[in-house]
């Protein structure tokens, strides 16, 4: 569109900005990555938010940039799974948030932002307004981007929505699952010819035509760099390096949660893994802390899981990294309204199953680090705090905004920001549900 001007802002890895390319590139459109400096030249300002702390990172980025709302230079559209989430405390900060999918909408509302200054799209919702519009669903389509990691990776989302309904998870209930067909990705994988690709999706080992695509990629010389799996389906992974989710810490929690793993099957899989590398197994899974029902008990049969594991003679070719989120409830999902304790002392905890209570595992273990009062309750704010939210973002200092203080003093800092919910009209019993 002649004479309009559009800026580009995403958050984190550069992985990050395939949402906001594909839209782009459907409507025939191209946006010009912006900073704090250059931010106020664009008509148009898109931005692609994914996760809670996009929030913060906005709100800073606006105040360096010294623009805001309803000042129309630029107009701020806001798209992405955080923004789809949660759309009432980022219509605070912005001109418009755009709920779903937005592949097939963004040409259409550029051109009629650029013509009124407004934007009255059905799916875009803003400050005020009496209700959240239902979600956008796009058929997902065979479109690829070359990232700027180290020599370049090439992305193709091959299926959207999630055949599984996991209870903590949205992505099942979000959207229908839809799946890019072989014979539209065979074209992009020919082009990719001798690259690393990366070829995603909610469960990708579970795309109809799965086994074409990886021979594909072999006849193309690629290489497959996606690590993740469901535990069915580890085999599915080339190379020695998976991810998958456990989730539960006992077999009765993954059950109440969509994930029937008992941990016979747990041993049984991650065995057949590991004793198939070539080289050192490199296995990364995924726990939830603070799920509806958790007990000792549950904390006792994690800890029965390693003493197994450690006692397999094959774990002395396993390299662990264990990785453990307490719950954050999500809107679409079944613990949407889900008790959270905020300050529950998870990190000492994962440190002695880690460190075996200072003993020592039979396999190697990467410790992880979780996420403390702090991350919890600026987490809770975006999800549970509604439009009421952003009063409390908007008093946060720069410091806060930007960076993470020391360990030592982010309980205090998470209970100063309580202490500001408060008086926003946000109680701690309504984050925790």
Same mark, same amino acid.
């Given at each position: 569109?002649?004479?309009?001007?559009?800026?580009?802002?995403?958050?984190?890895?550069?992985?990050?900005?395939?949402?906001?390319?594909?839209?782009?590139?459907?409507?025939?459109?191209?946006?010009? !990555?912006?900073?704090?400096?250059? !931010?106020?030249?664009?008509?148009?300002?898109?931005?692609?938010?994914?996760?809670?702390?996009?929030?913060?990172?906005?709100?800073?980025?606006?105040?360096?940039?010294?623009?805001?709302?309803?000042?129309?230079?630029?107009?701020?559209?806001?798209?992405?799974?955080?923004?789809?989430?949660?759309?009432?405390?980022?219509?605070?900060?912005?001109?418009?948030?755009?709920?779903? +999918?937005?592949?097939?909408?963004?040409?259409?509302?550029?051109?009629?932002?650029?013509?009124?200054?407004?934007?009255?799209?059905?799916?875009?919702?803003?400050?005020?307004?009496?209700?959240?519009? +239902?979600?956008?669903?796009?058929?997902?389509?065979?479109?690829?981007?070359?990232?700027?990691?180290?020599?370049?990776?090439? /992305?193709?989302?091959?299926?959207?929505?999630?055949?599984?309904?996991?209870?903590?998870?949205?992505?099942?209930?979000?959207?229908?699952?839809?799946?890019?067909?072989?014979?539209?990705?065979?074209?992009?994988?020919?082009?990719?010819?001798? /690259?690393?690709?990366?070829?995603?999706?909610?469960?990708?080992?579970?795309?109809?035509?799965?086994?074409?695509?990886?021979?594909?990629?072999?006849?193309?010389?690629?290489?497959?760099?996606?690590?993740?799996?469901?535990?069915?389906?580890?085999?599915?992974?080339?190379?020695?390096?998976?991810?998958?989710?456990?989730?539960?810490?006992?077999?009765?929690?993954?059950?109440?949660?969509?994930?029937?793993?008992?941990?016979?099957?747990?041993?049984?899989?991650?065995?057949?893994?590991?004793?198939?590398?070539?080289?050192?197994?490199?296995?990364?899974?995924?726990?939830?802390?603070?799920?509806?029902?958790?007990?000792?008990?549950?904390?006792?049969?994690?800890?029965?899981?390693?003493?197994?594991?450690?006692?397999?003679?094959?774990?002395? /070719?396993?390299?662990?990294?264990?990785?453990?989120?307490?719950?954050?409830?999500?809107?679409?999902?079944?613990?949407? +309204?889900?008790?959270?304790?905020?300050?529950?002392?998870?990190?000492?905890?994962?440190?002695?199953?880690?460190?075996?209570?200072?003993?020592?595992?039979?396999?190697?273990?990467?410790?992880?680090?979780?996420?403390?009062?702090?991350?919890?309750?600026?987490?809770?704010?975006?999800?549970?705090?509604?439009?009421?939210?952003? +009063?409390?973002?908007?008093?946060?200092?720069?410091?806060?905004?930007?960076?993470?203080?020391?360990?030592?003093?982010?309980?205090?800092?998470?209970?100063?920001?309580?202490?500001?919910?408060?008086?926003?009209?946000?109680?701690?019993?309504?984050?925790?549900?």
């Amino acid at each position: 569109m002649g004479g309009v001007t559009l800026g580009k802002l995403c958050f984190g890895k550069d992985t990050m900005q395939f949402g906001i390319q594909l839209c782009l590139s459907r409507a025939g459109l191209e946006a010009n !990555a912006v900073t704090e400096q250059t !931010a106020s030249g664009c008509d148009i300002l898109l931005v692609s938010m994914f996760w809670y702390r996009d929030i913060y990172a906005l709100e800073l980025f606006l105040r360096k940039a010294g623009i805001r709302k309803g000042t129309g230079k630029p107009y701020i559209l806001v798209g992405g799974m955080q923004a789809t989430m949660t759309p009432e405390i980022i219509s605070r900060m912005v001109d418009g948030v755009f709920v779903g +999918d937005a592949d097939d909408s963004l040409g259409e509302m550029v051109e009629e932002i650029a013509t009124t200054g407004q934007c009255a799209h059905p799916n875009v919702y803003h400050e005020g307004d009496e209700s959240v519009p +239902d979600p956008c669903v796009c058929k997902p389509s065979a479109f690829a981007v070359l990232t700027n990691e180290k020599r370049g990776v090439v /992305r193709v989302e091959i299926a959207r929505g999630c055949k599984y309904k996991c209870a903590f998870c949205a992505l099942g209930h979000l959207k229908p699952y839809q799946e890019v067909p072989f014979s539209e990705l065979l074209p992009v994988i020919h082009k990719a010819r001798g /690259r690393r690709c990366s070829l995603f999706a909610p469960e990708r080992t579970r795309h109809s035509e799965w086994l074409e695509i990886k021979a594909a990629l072999k006849v193309a010389g690629c290489h497959d760099i996606g690590q993740d799996a469901r535990l069915e389906h580890l085999m599915e992974v080339d190379g020695a390096t998976v991810t998958f989710g456990l989730e539960g810490f006992s077999a009765r929690l993954r059950k109440s949660i969509g994930k029937p793993f008992s941990d016979d099957m747990v041993m049984k899989r991650l065995g057949e893994f590991v004793e198939t590398r070539k080289n050192i197994a490199r296995v990364s899974v995924y726990f939830i802390g603070n799920l509806p029902g958790e007990t000792e008990k549950d904390w006792a049969a994690v800890w029965n899981l390693f003493e197994r594991i450690s006692a397999a003679e094959w774990s002395r /070719r396993l390299v662990l990294c264990p990785v453990l989120n307490p719950l954050s409830p999500k809107k679409f999902t079944r613990l949407v +309204d889900a008790h959270v304790d905020l300050f529950a002392d998870y990190g000492t905890r994962w440190s002695r199953l880690l460190r075996r209570d200072g003993g020592q595992w039979g396999f190697r273990v990467v410790e992880t680090l979780v996420w403390g009062p702090l991350e919890r309750t600026m987490d809770a704010i975006v999800q549970r705090g509604g439009a009421a939210g952003y +009063d409390v973002v908007r008093r946060l200092p720069d410091k806060i905004l930007k960076g993470k203080p020391p360990l030592s003093e982010r309980a205090t800092v998470a209970r100063k920001i309580l202490a500001t919910c408060e008086s926003a009209g946000i109680t701690q019993q309504q984050l925790e549900g």
